[in-house]
């Protein structure tokens, strides 16, 4: 009997120590697992830390910038006067992997205009960076700024044109005056005449092509660009004589019924009718004499673009010699 309770206190022993060894060997399993996700965790939260410091460094590709836009855009929008010149963007270009920017503008004299002296200069507004910049003619009206190393964190690029009479302008902008909220206060204090010209870096797309280039593709692009202005001007003109013309049956039709009606009037009432037919008879001769002057005007808009597509096969053909030397 006694034999009996200590084999059965042996074996509630064992059962003690077997419940002590799968709790522990269930201790560790949970601890591994444990471990296992922790290492998952602090594993995701790094991940977490650098993408969002990556996000926030790219943000400026990824994020648009919410601050107003100051750009004086291309075209007609760009138009401003200084010293009775236009003066008007008509292309501008930049490619961020070289730092090189362009622009190209137009500038619209009087006939009298002579002597005048034209230079630009440009800077970067946020970072108080003067650009270095090359100010070149391409022909009597078209001008190219040329900008390198420009800074690939650049916002805004303030250009400065200015214009005399006399000698080359002394433009005054300096890293004081790269603000683009001060920009009255800046004319103010220039001796020189001169305009101020805005990009934003929102308003204007990398270029990869965009490069320096030589004076014949500059002569190709304003050719084209005058080819394309002079082409608007003749179409406005035909469609303007075009209209005109289908006015002159109902001016015609109208003489014919006043003549009739005179049958039925009395002498007053003819003589006011006969002062209507006269005057509508004056202004058809006027009219077909601003006609004759716009097919005159459409006429020398033809030699003009005859004479621009000359020049722009010539410029093409010096490109392509100097590439075979």
Not at 209 to 230: N, R, V
Not at 267 to 277: G, W
């Amino acid at each position: 009997m006694a034999d009996k309770e200590k084999k059965s206190g042996k074996k509630g022993l064992n059962s003690i120590f077997d419940l002590f060894e799968l709790l522990e060997k269930k201790a560790v399993k949970r601890w591994k697992k444990m471990k296992a996700k922790t290492d998952k965790f602090f594993m995701i939260m790094a991940l977490c830390t650098v993408s969002i410091f990556g996000f926030l460094y790219y943000s400026r590709t990824i994020f648009s910038d919410d601050s107003t836009i100051t750009d004086s855009g291309i075209g007609l929008v760009s138009k401003t006067q200084i010293k009775g010149t236009t003066i008007e963007i008509v292309a501008r270009n930049y490619n961020a992997a070289n730092g090189y920017g362009e622009v190209l503008f137009r500038f619209d004299q009087p006939a009298l205009a002579v002597g005048n002296q034209f230079d630009a200069i440009a800077g970067e507004a946020k970072l108080k960076t003067m650009i270095e910049t090359k100010f070149e003619q391409v022909s009597d009206q078209y001008y190219v700024l040329k900008m390198f190393n420009i800074p690939s964190k650049w916002q805004q690029i303030v250009i400065d044109v200015g214009v005399t009479s006399e000698r080359k302008p002394e433009l005054n902008q300096s890293l004081d005056t790269l603000d683009v909220t001060k920009l009255d206060e800046k004319k103010e204090q220039s001796n020189t005449e001169q305009v101020t010209f805005v990009m934003d870096y929102r308003s204007i797309e990398s270029n990869s092509k965009a490069e320096e280039k030589e004076e014949e593709d500059y002569i190709i692009q304003y050719t084209l660009i005058e080819i394309g202005y002079i082409e608007k001007l003749m179409e406005t003109n035909k469609e303007s004589i075009e209209k005109t013309e289908k006015n002159f049956a109902l001016l015609e039709q109208k003489i014919e019924k006043l003549e009739q009606e005179k049958k039925y009037q009395t002498e007053a009432d003819q003589v006011k009718a006969n002062s209507e037919i006269q005057s509508i008879q004056n202004n058809i001769i006027e009219t077909k004499k601003l006609i004759d002057k716009t097919n005159e005007t459409v006429t020398e808009l033809q030699l003009k673009k005859e004479k621009l597509i000359e020049r722009n096969h010539d410029a093409e053909q010096t490109k392509n010699l100097k590439k075979s030397e």
